[in-house]
Structure formats: C-alpha cells, structure tokens
C-alpha cells in the first residue's frame, strides 16, 4: 500500500452542511445489533464516534501522532475541526485499549482508520455506503452517521449532568449548542422526582390528590 503524503487528503473534501437540530439517538439494543453486522474496520471508527462524541471527518482524518497514549488524549487539528480550533478529547479506558490494539496492528500507517482496502479514506463521504449497508441488516433506519455524535453526547449529559464538561469534549463554540442535548430521558426525571422526599407534610392531602384525579 503507497503512504499518502502532504495534506489530509479528507480535509479537501471539506466539511459537509448538517441538519443538526433533526435529532435521532441511538437505543442500546440497536447499539449491539448494528455493531454485531459491522466489519472490523467500520465498527472501530463507529464505537469512536460513540464513546468519544467526534463528528466523521474529524474521526477518518485522525492520525497517530494525534493519538498521544501517556495523556490518554485526541488532539483534533484545526484543519480538521469545524470550529477550527485545535480539540482535546480525553480518552476513557475502554478506548485507550481499543486504539492500542488499532496501534499495534497500524504496520506503519499514518492514518488510525483504514478502509476495507486498508487505505486512507479520501473524502467524508466515502464511509457512506459501508455506514448505510450496516444500517440495512441491522435493520435501523433514519440514523445518521452524525446521530452517533449526538447519541454520546446525550449519553454523557444524562449519566452525568456536566454540561460544561460535554461542551468542551464536543468543541461548541456556544454552550446553548451542547444544552439541546439535556433531554428530560427517565433518569433525569428520576433525579428530578428524588427531591420529593425532602418534602413533608406532603404539598397537598388527598382530598386535593382525589380533586385532580378526577
């Protein structure tokens, strides 16, 4: 296979316009059965999208020495950045050893994500008909690859209510961009829901409760 030298040969390609205010969230069972039907390649660059909150370009586009494994750290480039600004994206447990076993596998490439033919993807859509086939047997449908984006930072905002934290991993610009994704999911409500106990006397009795039931 021949090295790709110069610029990001993705980043040429430009940015893709998204519709991002039409939101589909992944479920956990369609989390399994669409990463069950992927072939190694495509479900490594889909388990980064979900446990890092990376858009694609900047996922194809990523290289090794961005991958800094003593920091457990992404660095994205500004190049390969929406908000052009150079991102740093920590790196949990689970995708420290998924990268190192990608890493030990790289045979010297400069890219961390290959195609079927273990070449560099040249422009951002090139991942589409792989993403739209897997979809097909999993048997999901309306999902974006840019929905997976969306589906970790609703995950990350729910299990732990940081905003400010989910603001930074994603890159926005504006923290009104990271709060559409606070929705009010059950254990939000169940959060919400345990402050009742503090409460007593109950707010009303039960000829009130009885008013509203009926």
Known sequence: MGEVYGKNPVSRAGLLTLNNQKQRILSVE???R???VCEPYLRNI???????????GEIISLKWDSVD???????????NNKSKKIKIIPVSTFMRKMLGELRLKSAGNEYVFLNSKEEPYK???SLNRAYKLALKKANIEGLRFHDLRHTAATRMVESTGNIVAVNKILGHADLKTTMRYAHPEDSLKEAVE???VYFSPPLTDKSTDNAIER
Do not use: P
């Not at 889909?46 to 694609?56: E, N, P, V």
């Open 46 to 56: 889909i388990i980064t999208a979900l446990y890092t909150g990376m858009r694609k």
């Open 123 to 125: 422009r951002q859509d």
């Open 69 to 79: 494994f003593e920091r457990n750290i992404i660095i994205v480039e500004i190049e």
């Open 194 to 196: 345990s402050l009742s």
């Open 34 to 36: 669409l990463l069950s």
């Open 30 to 32: 369609e989390e399994k």
